[in-house]
C-alpha cells in the first residue's frame, strides 16, 4: 500500500526526471530486450534495434500508462483494467515479463534521477510498479 510519503516522493520523482515518463518507458524497454532476450518473443514483428522507431513507439505506451496509473492512485486497477485485459487475453503475454520490466524500469529511473534515486524513493516507485504488475497480471489467474 502506497502511503502519503509514497506518493509525495513518487510525484516528486517525476516532476526531477528531466525527461517524459515515455522516455524513461522507451528506455526500459530497450533495456528489457537486451537484458532479458527472451522478452523478444512478443515483439518479433518489431525492428528490434536499439532505439528503433518500434521500440521507441512501444516504450511511449509503457510510459503512458505508467503516467496514467500515476494521476489514478487510488485506482490502478480501473485505470489499467483494458490494458490488462489486452496483455491477458489478447497478446497473451507471460506475466513474469512485468517483474522484468519493472525492474528495467528502476535501472532508467536510476539512471535518469542519479542522487535524487534514493532508497525512499526506489521503495516508493517499487511499491508502484509491484502494484501494476499486480494489476496487469490478474487477469491470468
Do not use: M
Amino acid at each position: 500500500v502506497l502511503t502519503a510519503e509514497d506518493r509525495r516522493l513518487l510525484q516528486a520523482s517525476v516532476g526531477k526526471l528531466g525527461c517524459r515518463l515515455e522516455d524513461i518507458g522507451a528506455d526500459a524497454l530497450n533495456r528489457l530486450l537486451i537484458v532479458f532476450p527472451q522478452s523478444k518473443t512478443y515483439f518479433s514483428h518489431f525492428n528490434l534495434s536499439p532505439g528503433s522507431k518500434d521500440i521507441v513507439h512501444q516504450g511511449e505506451k509503457v510510459g503512458k500508462a505508467l503516467d496514467s496509473a500515476l494521476k489514478h492512485l487510488d485506482d490502478i486497477r480501473g485505470t489499467l483494467s483494458q490494458l490488462s485485459d489486452l496483455h491477458a487475453y489478447n497478446l497473451r503475454v507471460d506475466p513474469v515479463n512485468f517483474q522484468l520490466l519493472s525492474k528495467c524500469l528502476h535501472v532508467s529511473l536510476a539512471t535518469h534521477l542519479r542522487n535524487e534515486y534514493n532508497a525512499s524513493t526506489c521503495l516508493a516507485w517499487d511499491k508502484f510498479l509491484e502494484q501494476v504488475a499486480d494489476v496487469l497480471c490478474e487477469k491470468y489467474r
